[in-house]
């Protein structure tokens, strides 16, 4: 496919554009087929948009956080491009001995300090890009152009590796992939309209069903250690509800290794207030300590349940699995799924 002017509805002539929000999906309970949407499957990272220019990349986070000097290995991205200028949008992944995308591997490779990954990095821990969307090429917005089109001409400029890859779809099964995914204990798929335009911001034109129960909340305390265990026994989740309240949804002590636990502690210090951040008191047989809620934590969980004195919903068996530098605390919020059909 060649890139002309007029050769491709919706493309429009313009300069290259800087970080910006990428498009977000809204969950729905089930997954479904449906002609008019192609399936992928939903990789646990780092979100990044790449931004090719002058044969150099830069990456950034979805709240434009750059991470070009956390991942140097992805520096060689333009040279799989047969483009002078462009725009990606991807996952940053830790893929564990199966070839399953691990949030917590990546913790590994990052430790907790952003600032630091460079320092700190494990060697040993190999992350991929995974390539799903084109919305820049050499002097023309795509942004209005198809999203089955951007995918086709994706394709036509990528050359894919072991580090760099195409995040393939599969054409309006959505079922069959979720089956698979669920089998391979995947986290779950996306769904996406096939001639959806993209934008900037969560819309319904692209879908997640979730396999796995993981939730990204915010940490506004933490409880005394029982026993033998050392600083903390667990922190306090919560998540914000639409009046703005920070609501507890639970708190999560395992998940931790010995490093990351003495890590968080000192995190957790730095950040102690007197007050709770909390719009309801916390559940809890030891004693509590409350924090600024400035650090989002990812949680996987069995369940959501409606236990506890204050009635609201407790996510079961939480685990922290690890520090989101990449979700701001405000967008830690209730996501209720859509349910029946997507239309």
Request: hydrophobic fraction near 35%.
């Given at each position: 496919?060649q890139?002309?002017?007029?050769?491709?509805?919706?493309?429009?002539?313009?300069?290259?554009?800087?970080?910006?929000?990428?498009?977000?999906?809204?969950?729905?309970?089930?997954?479904?087929?449906?002609?008019?949407?192609?399936?992928?499957?939903?990789?646990?990272?780092?979100?990044?948009?790449?931004?090719?220019?002058?044969?150099?990349?830069?990456?950034?986070?979805?709240?434009q956080?750059?991470?070009t000097?956390?991942f140097?290995?992805?520096?060689?991205?333009?040279?799989?491009?047969?483009?002078?200028?462009?725009?990606?949008?991807?996952?940053?992944?830790?893929?564990?001995?199966?070839?399953?995308s691990?949030?917590?591997?990546?913790?590994?490779?990052?430790?907790?300090?952003?600032?630091?990954?460079?320092?700190?990095k494990?060697?040993?821990?190999?992350?991929?890009?995974?390539?799903?969307?084109?919305?820049?090429l050499?002097?023309?917005?795509?942004?209005?152009?198809?999203?089955?089109?951007?995918?086709?001409?994706?394709?036509?400029?990528?050359?894919?590796?072991?580090?760099?890859?195409?995040?393939?779809?599969?054409?309006?099964?959505?079922?069959?992939?979720?089956?698979?995914?669920?089998?391979?204990?995947?986290?779950?798929?996306?769904?996406?309209?096939?001639?959806?335009?993209?934008?900037?911001?969560?819309?319904?034109?692209?879908?997640?069903?979730?396999?796995r129960?993981?939730?990204?909340?915010?940490?506004?305390?933490?409880?005394?250690?029982?026993?033998?265990r050392?600083?903390?026994?667990?922190?306090?989740?919560?998540?914000?509800?639409?009046?703005?309240?920070?609501?507890?949804?639970?708190?999560?002590?395992?998940?931790?290794?010995?490093?990351?636990?003495?890590?968080?502690?000192?995190?957790?210090?730095?950040?102690?207030?007197?007050?709770?951040?909390?719009?309801?008191?916390?559940?809890?047989?030891?004693?509590?300590?409350?924090?600024?809620?400035?650090?989002?934590?990812?949680?996987?969980?069995?369940?959501?349940?409606?236990?506890?004195?204050?009635?609201?919903?407790?996510?079961?068996?939480?685990?922290?699995?690890?520090?989101?530098?990449?979700?701001?605390?405000?967008?830690?919020?209730?996501?209720?799924?859509?349910?029946?059909?997507?239309?």
């Amino acid at each position: 496919m060649q890139l002309a002017p007029g050769a491709i509805p919706g493309v429009i002539a313009a300069t290259m554009p800087g970080p910006f929000t990428p498009m977000l999906a809204t969950l729905v309970e089930e997954p479904f087929d449906d002609p008019a949407w192609l399936f992928e499957v939903k990789w646990d990272g780092y979100r990044a948009l790449s931004f090719i220019a002058g044969g150099q990349a830069k990456f950034f986070s979805r709240n434009q956080n750059e991470l070009t000097g956390d991942f140097p290995e992805l520096l060689e991205l333009p040279s799989h491009l047969k483009a002078s200028t462009a725009v990606l949008d991807g996952e940053i992944c830790a893929l564990d001995a199966r070839g399953r995308s691990s949030f917590s591997l990546m913790q590994q490779r990052t430790g907790f300090e952003p600032s630091k990954f460079r320092r700190r990095k494990r060697g040993d821990v190999e992350i991929v890009y995974y390539i799903f969307d084109l919305l820049y090429l050499d002097g023309f917005s795509l942004f209005r152009v198809p999203l089955e089109t951007r995918k086709q001409l994706l394709t036509s400029i990528l050359t894919a590796s072991q580090l760099i890859r195409y995040s393939d779809h599969i054409d309006k099964k959505g079922l069959p992939l979720f089956k698979v995914a669920a089998d391979q204990g995947l986290e779950g798929i996306v769904a996406k309209k096939r001639n959806s335009f993209y934008q900037q911001k969560r819309t319904r034109d692209w879908l997640k069903v979730k396999i796995r129960h993981t939730q990204e909340c915010v940490i506004g305390g933490y409880t005394d250690p029982s026993g033998s265990r050392e600083h903390f026994g667990s922190i306090i989740l919560g998540l914000y509800d639409q009046k703005g309240s920070l609501v507890p949804v639970g708190q999560a002590g395992s998940g931790f290794t010995h490093q990351t636990h003495q890590a968080m502690w000192k995190k957790l210090r730095a950040l102690e207030i007197d007050t709770s951040p909390f719009s309801e008191e916390p559940d809890s047989s030891r004693g509590v300590h409350f924090v600024r809620p400035e650090i989002v934590a990812e949680i996987k969980f069995s369940e959501w349940t409606h236990s506890g004195a204050a009635g609201g919903p407790k996510m079961r068996a939480p685990v922290f699995t690890g520090i989101r530098f990449d979700r701001r605390p405000r967008e830690c919020v209730f996501e209720s799924p859509l349910k029946g059909s997507p239309q």
